[in-house]
C-alpha cells in the first residue's frame, strides 16, 4: 500500500512537471526596432551577423552581397 502511494506521487509530480513545461512564453511586439517601411539595404547598421564587404545604405553594395549568396546556392555553378 505504502508502495502504490510512493508511485501514485511520483507520477503526480511528473505528470505536472511535464504539464508545465507546456506553456507558451508571451509574445512582445514592438521588440524589433528596424522600421518596416526601410529600404533593405538601410537595416542593420551594429548587426555583428552581416556579410563583410556589406556597407548600409549602399543599394549596388547590398545587391552584389546578394549575388554573391544567390551563387554560393547555385547547383550548377558549384558542381562545375
Known amino acids: 500500500m505504502r508502495r502504490a ?42 548587426d555583428p551577423f552581416v556579410a563583410k564587404g556589406w556597407k548600409q545604405g549602399d543599394r549596388t553594395s547590398w545587391e552584389e552581397q546578394l549575388r554573391n549568396r544567390n551563387q554560393g546556392q547555385n547547383e550548377y555553378q558549384r558542381t562545375n
Open 5 to 46: 502511494k510512493l508511485i501514485l506521487w511520483g507520477a503526480a509530480v511528473a505528470g505536472a512537471v511535464l504539464l508545465g513545461a507546456c506553456g507558451e512564453k508571451p509574445q512582445v511586439l514592438g521588440s524589433n526596432t528596424r522600421k518596416s517601411d526601410t529600404k533593405a539595404w538601410d537595416g542593420a547598421p551594429n
